[in-house]
Nanobody, 119 residues
Framework: QVQIAESGGGSVQSGGSLTLSCTAS????????MFWYRQAPDKDRELVAR????????KYKDSVKGRFTISRDNAKNTIYLQMNSLIPEDTAVYYC????????????WGQGTQVTVSS
């Protein structure tokens, strides 16, 4: 049974920091690229950050470059998103997702964790 669970969301003031975690099980985590997405109210879901299976390659949405850092610990089946210098525009539900494959083309997704940044 596949399980993906995000944690670490919350409410912070502008300029603050949060670290999100995502722990997964039930699929070959160590061989999958992993992603953080977010969806703000009345907006489309967008890709925030990506990390390859061994953590040697990362990619970010332009607006979070230099502020967010994605990382992973394959021994713990966990990825992280360190978010610094948060701004109100970062307010959204943040989702963790795995790379898709032939049997699961859309990958596996968590339920999301709310991040709220107040000015």
């Amino acid at each position: 049974q596949v399980q993906i669970a995000e944690s670490g969301g919350g409410s912070v003031q502008s300029g603050g920091s949060l670290t999100l975690s995502c722990t997964a099980s039930g699929f070959p985590f160590n061989s999958k690229d992993m992603f953080w997405y977010r969806q703000a109210p009345d907006k489309d879901r967008e890709l925030v950050a990506r990390i390859n299976s061994d953590g040697t390659f990362t990619k970010y949405k332009d607006s979070v470059k230099g502020r967010f850092t994605i990382s992973r610990d394959n021994a713990k089946n966990t990825i992280y998103l360190q978010m610094n210098s948060l701004i109100p525009e970062d307010t959204a539900v943040y989702y963790c997702a795995s790379e898709g494959d032939r049997d699961h083309p859309f990958g596996f997704w968590g339920q999301g964790t709310q991040v709220t940044v107040s000015s």
